[in-house]
Nanobody, 115 residues
Framework: QVQLVESGGGLVQAGGSLRLSCVASGSIFGIDVMGWYRQDPGNQRELVAA???????QYEDSAKGRFTISRDNHMHTVYLQMNSLKPEDTAVYYCGILIRGYTYWGQGTQVTVSS
């Protein structure tokens, strides 16, 4: 079993910053990819940023230049630093990790950006 616990969401004004954290525990050997996704009502969950075991990162276009994903392998934690937040970034953010072809999800953390 794999458990993911996210934290760091909240309410922030446009232009502000938030840092999301996700701690993984349990049977977490061989993590291939750690990522952050978001979903707002009526839309599908979409990838925001991902970091591979090699350290290579990938960002959704609107996140480029504003968000930074990083990971602490020793602490089994992945972070998402979000700067210059916009109202359209409002969503529930989920941590997801890929292990041997299966994606595990956290419970999500709400991010609300007011204009």
């Amino acid at each position: 079993q794999v458990q993911l616990v996210e934290s760091g969401g909240g309410l922030v004004q446009a232009g502000g910053s938030l840092r999301l954290s996700c701690v993984a525990s349990g049977s977490i050997f061989g993590i291939d990819v750690m990522g952050w996704y978001r979903q707002d009502p009526g839309n599908q969950r979409e990838l925001v940023a991902a970091i591979l075991s090699s350290g290579t990162t990938q960002y959704e276009d609107s996140a480029k230049g504003r968000f930074t994903i990083s990971r602490d392998n020793h602490m089994h934690t992945v972070y998402l630093q979000m700067n210059s937040l916009k109202p359209e970034d409002t969503a529930v953010y989920y941590c997801g990790i890929l292990i041997r072809g299966y994606t595990y999800w956290g419970q999500g953390t709400q991010v609300t950006v007011s204009s």
